[in-house]
């Protein structure tokens, strides 16, 4: 299944799913409400700032892909917006909370690796622990034939590879890496391994702050 979206329309579909899973009693969206959750400045990257003509111009293209619709509540004269990428009435594609929490968050915040993943979603959906995710990964890289998310080639420094979503394409940048049976290799002695956890350690800090100020953002508004 190709959806072939822009940096734009991720947006949007990525800030309609997560407000329907965090705030459902402020969705549907109005345009407006759509283009605050677009152009927050806490939970995106990168940063937007889009115009109300511009977000109403990506519903319309997202419209004719069949990923967004309008809803009007009885008596109200606001057109409300919701998406159809999954688990809708009309969607074929039926996904579990975890999987369209990770796919939302790619959505929202580009290639990211499964610590940041397990806590970014935490708002969302609930994962033991980081290999909980990697499973929701792996299950998204095979499904159902079609491929939603890639593994990229790990960078210098990381202890974890990054994950991005398909649904713009192949990566532009930081070439996808297949998954392949694991390769048996030497144990590392214990310096590096002390220093690798503290890598993951520090990766999962910096996703807990992203976290807290998200929540600092939502108690000033």
């Not at 299944?1 to 997560?18: K, P, Q």
């Not at 990428?85 to 999987?99: D, I, R, V």
């Not at 299950?139 to 398909?166: I, N, S």
């Not at 990566?171 to 996808?176: F, R, S, T």
Request: charged fraction near 30%.
């Amino acid at each position: 299944m190709e959806f072939d979206l822009t940096l734009n329309e991720t947006r949007v579909l990525g800030a309609l799913i997560e407000k329907q899973i965090t705030t459902p009693d402020q969705y549907p969206l109005s345009l407006n409400a759509l283009k605050n959750a677009c152009n927050q400045k806490s939970s995106r990257d990168p940063v937007l700032e889009l115009s109300e003509s511009e977000v109403q111009e990506t519903v319309d293209t997202l419209r004719k892909k069949y990923l967004v619709a309008e809803k009007s509540g009885f008596g109200s004269r606001v057109t409300k917006l919701v998406h159809r990428f999954g688990n809708t009435e009309f969607g074929a594609l039926q996904l579990s909370g975890q999987e369209i929490a990770v796919l939302c968050v790619l959505l929202l915040r580009g290639p990211q690796t499964p610590g940041e993943l397990r806590t970014r979603t935490n708002r969302m959906c609930t994962f033991e622990d980081v290999d909980e995710v990697e499973t929701v990964l792996e299950g998204l890289r095979e499904r159902g034939g079609d491929a939603y998310v890639v593994q990229l080639a790990r960078e210098p420094g990381r202890r974890e590879a990054r994950w991005a979503h398909l649904l713009s394409g192949p990566p532009a940048a930081g070439g996808p890496r297949a998954l392949q049976t694991p390769e048996v290799t030497p144990a590392p002695p214990p310096a590096p391994d002390r220093v690798a956890r503290l890598e993951q350690h520090i990766e999962e800090l910096r996703a807990e702050i992203d976290t807290l100020k998200d929540r600092l953002d939502r108690l000033g508004h």
